[in-house]
Nanobody, 122 residues
Framework: QVQLVESGGGLVQAGGSLKLSCAAS????????MGWYRQPPGKQRELVAA???????NYADSVKGRFTISRDNAKNTVYLQMNSLKPEDTAVYYC????????????????WGQGTQVTVSS
């Protein structure tokens, strides 16, 4: 099995910054995709930022220029640096990873973290 553990959420004032971390552990051969999603209260989950293995990062339009995603492959960890936070960034943030578990297994599997709350006050 694979576990994703997020950390770094909290309460911050508008204009402030937070950095989220997500560490993957367990049966991991390679991680193809790592990304962050968020689910605001009463709304659907949406992609915030993604960093494919060896590919270019991509961001939701609403966070471009304010959020930066990065990954440390040696630590199987993905980060989300969030600057200039706005009240509309308030949501539960989820880490997601597409994992290939063994070298003899071609299939990949998607895993989710438990979520971390980010609240931005005005």
């Amino acid at each position: 099995q694979v576990q994703l553990v997020e950390s770094g959420g909290g309460l911050v004032q508008a204009g402030g910054s937070l950095k989220l971390s997500c560490a993957a552990s367990g049966s991991i051969f390679t991680i193809n995709f790592m990304g962050w999603y968020r689910q605001p209260p009463g709304k659907q989950r949406e992609l915030v930022a993604a960093v494919p293995s060896g590919g270019t990062t991509n961001y939701a339009d609403s966070v471009k220029g304010r959020f930066t995603i990065s990954r440390d492959n040696a630590k199987n960890t993905v980060y989300l640096q969030m600057n200039s936070l706005k009240p509309e960034d308030t949501a539960v943030y989820y880490c997601n990873a597409e994992v290939r578990r063994r070298p003899d297994e071609k299939s990949t599997f998607r895993y989710w973290g438990q979520g971390t709350q980010v609240t931005v006050s005005s």
